[in-house]
């Protein structure tokens, strides 16, 4: 089994910038793929930023430029650094884990999952 606890989430302003943090416990050493996921009230899970083991990165569209994930193997932590926060940026943010190489941006190729953390952009 593994578990994922986010933080970092929080309030800021149209420009600002936030950092995200997943620490995974458990079984970590058989995950392959992470991965940060978000949802807004009333819209689907979408995926915004993934990475593998071996450090392949996929962004979609909407962040690339902005975000940036990053992992550090010895902490078994994963990051989601994000600049020029806009106001379209406001859900809650998870992060997942799969046991797969694939460095998906689609949630219905991960197992483990966190309870998500607020990010709220104000204009």
């Known amino acids: 089994q593994v578990q994922l606890v986010e933080s970092g989430g929080g309030s800021v302003q149209s420009g600002g910038s936030l950092r995200l943090s997943c620490a995974a416990s458990?079984?970590?050493?058989?995950?392959?793929?992470m991965g940060w996921f978000r949802q807004a009230p009333g819209k689907e899970r979408e995926g915004v930023a993934a990475i593998n083991s071996v450090g392949s990165m996929r962004y979609a569209n909407s962040v690339k430029g902005r975000f940036t994930i990053s992992q550090d193997n010895a902490k078994n932590t994963l990051y989601l650094q994000m600049n020029s926060l806009k106001p379209e940026d406001t859900a809650m943010y998870y992060c997942a884990a799969a046991g797969n190489r694939w460095y998906s941006l689609a949630p219905n190729v991960y197992g483990y999952w966190g309870q998500g953390t607020q990010v709220t952009v104000s204009s």
């Open positions: 458990g079984y970590a050493s058989s995950i392959y793929s």
